[in-house]
T-cell receptor, first 112, second 117 residues
Framework: DAKTTQPPSMDCAEGRAANLPCNHS???????VYWYRQIHSQGPQYIIH???NNETNEMASLIITEDRKSSTLILPHATLRDTAVYYC?????????????FGQGTILTVHP | DTGVSQNPRHKITKRGQNVTFRCDPI?????LYWYRQTLGQGPEFLTY????????KSRLLSDRFSAERPKGSFSTLEIQRTEQGDSAMYLC???????????????FGQGTRLTVV
């Protein structure tokens, strides 16, 4: 699976949009971009995933650049409960579907 | 609550003792993964099962570690002769897909935090 690069930490004011970037310049054509987050002392939680089109669900939006070499996770109205480590993961699925290679992620701190 | 249950949530053991963790996955998910997470790091893959068959093991899984999934239901992870370096969070996860062509989300348990003293 391709490697990803994320900033180690970011801050965001409560109520504002949080935009978390991720670089995955070696991504292959069949690899999806996944985002998970991990709140302190809990297991990771799935947020969203996409292949090449932008995706939106009730939690977040995922914007993938046209060349697919980077993506941005957008939390439209961050709350204090969104403070967590956010992981960007690239995975091809296939016979190893469900296997995730985590990096160190981005620590997002939402402050009042 | 993701539907994936792990027990115990916390375990403190003395070095050299054996420990066993249990994962109860979402019943219809036929794949089950174990990960290990040390402080400040992301989770690392240990092993996974397709039903009762263990299909892949990471080099992180030394011969002191053994995992089972009898009858393709719950899974156990045992560590023999624990060492201080085994102190970590052990996570279980099941993807919602049922075939290799699906790219779907994985559901994680809350993890078992092991402290070896």
């Amino acid at each position: 699976d391709a490697k990803t690069t994320q900033p180690p930490s970011m801050d965001c004011a409560e109520g504002r949009a949080a935009n978390l970037p991720c670089n995955h310049s070696t991504i292959s054509g069949n690899e999806y971009v996944y985002w998970y987050r991990q709140i302190h002392s809990q297991g990771p939680q799935y947020i969203i995933h996409g292949l090449k089109n932008n995706e939106t669900n009730e939690m977040a939006s995922l914007i993938i650049t046209e060349d697919r070499k980077s993506s941005t996770l957008i939390l439209p109205h961050a709350t204090l409960r969104d403070t967590a480590v956010y992981y960007c993961i690239v995975s091809a699925g296939g016979t190893s579907y469900g296997k995730l290679t985590f990096g160190q992620g981005t620590i997002l701190t939402v402050h009042p | 609550d993701t539907g994936v249950s792990q027990n115990p949530r916390h375990k403190i053991t003395k070095r050299g003792q054996n420990v066993t963790f249990r994962c109860d996955p979402i019943s219809e998910h036929n794949r089950l993964y174990w990960y290990r997470q040390t402080l400040g790091q992301g989770p690392e893959f240990l092993t996974y099962f397709q039903n009762e068959a263990q299909l892949e093991k990471s080099r992180l899984l030394s011969d002191r570690f053994s995992a089972e999934r009898p009858k393709g239901s719950f899974s156990t992870l045992e560590i023999q002769r624990t060492e201080q370096g085994d102190s970590a969070m052990y996570l279980c996860a099941t993807p919602s897909g049922t075939s290799p062509v699906e790219n779907t989300e994985a559901f994680f348990g809350q993890g078992t935090r092991l402290t070896v003293v």
